[in-house]
């Protein structure tokens, strides 16, 4: 593993978890949205994520070949999709027009509570990836002023 791909494995950590962050605002914005263009109320979004499986890299055949046990190669965003386990909120509002027959009127299945919880740990994920980069900057140059001496 090279000195480089310590930073390319943050790159998608960042990308990813910016996108999280992306969707927990999506879904805190519709908290209150009875009506989407599909005719029903909006559905909590989730981020699905899976390693990136570069099994077929030169590096890593190479590596696996001289028994190097493989580190990693980062994450990827595999979709978006509407968080359909959770029921949704009914709340009695019959003079709401979304309201069914009964009154009851269906609100999304977004709990402001735990998107914040998953809001900070996106935020603490994307930290800990900057921090890693940084890291491997510093020392990149630690071994550039060795190599000027």
Do not use: C, H, W
Request: glycine share 6%.
């Amino acid at each position: 593993m090279g000195f480089l791909n310590s930073i390319d494995i943050s790159a998608t950590g960042l990308t990813a978890e910016r996108l999280r962050m992306d969707v927990i605002s999506q879904n805190i914005a519709n908290v209150d949205t009875t009506r989407t263009s599909n005719g029903g109320p909006y559905r909590r979004k989730l981020v699905v994520l899976k390693e990136i499986d570069n099994q077929n890299s030169f590096s890593d055949m190479l590596n696996t070949a001289k028994g190097i046990q493989a580190v990693g190669n980062g994450v990827e965003v595999v979709s978006i999709v509407d968080d359909n386990k959770t029921p949704l909120n009914r709340v009695y509002d019959p003079g709401n027009p979304d309201a069914d027959n009964t009154g009851y009127v269906n609100y999304p299945n977004v709990n402001i509570v735990s998107e914040m919880v998953d809001m900070i740990s996106a935020t603490r994920a994307y930290e800990a990836n900057v921090t890693a980069v940084n890291s491997a900057k510093s020392m990149i140059e630690k071994a550039l002023e060795i190599g000027k001496a």
